[in-house]
């Protein structure tokens, strides 16, 4: 059963827009306390992007794309959501969402906190 899957990237001029979801399962929201998007860029490290708390919704944003991005959640749906504003090349990169479990150990910017990854989705920002 596919845990988390997401959708939305896609080629998208700089300044533009995108909003990527990121569907869960019942059995990954159960024991989430963040969902978090993380993205990959060629030859580099996993980096982390935006996380919300599950229950509480608070929100938490990696310094460069703060003021641009908003992550966002709907619980009756289990989607969580990432609205990608002013966009520029340097976010190029796969998208991948990401749901925590126990123990629960680790900050919620921290790769190795989360057991679960859906399959990410490519965003391509044109100069």
């Known amino acids: 059963q596919v845990q988390l899957e997401e959708s939305g990237g896609g080629l998208v001029q700089a300044g533009g827009s995108l909003r990527l979801s990121c569907a869960a399962s019942?059995?990954?929201?159960?024991?989430?306390?963040?969902i978090t998007w993380f993205r990959q860029a060629p030859w580099k490290e996993r980096e982390f992007v935006a996380a919300?708390?599950?229950?509480?919704?608070?929100?938490y944003y990696a310094d460069p794309v703060k003021g641009r991005f908003t992550i966002s959640r709907d619980n009756a749906k289990n989607t969580v959501y990432l609205q990608m504003n002013s966009l520029k090349p340097e976010d190029t990169a796969g998208y991948f969402c990401a749901a925590d479990g126990p123990p629960w150990s680790g900050t919620y910017s921290d790769p190795l906190r989360y057991d679960l990854w859906g399959q990410g989705t490519q965003v391509t920002v044109a100069s």
């Open positions: 019942e059995r990954a929201v159960s024991t989430a306390l963040y």
């Open positions: 919300i708390q599950w229950s509480g919704g608070s929100a």
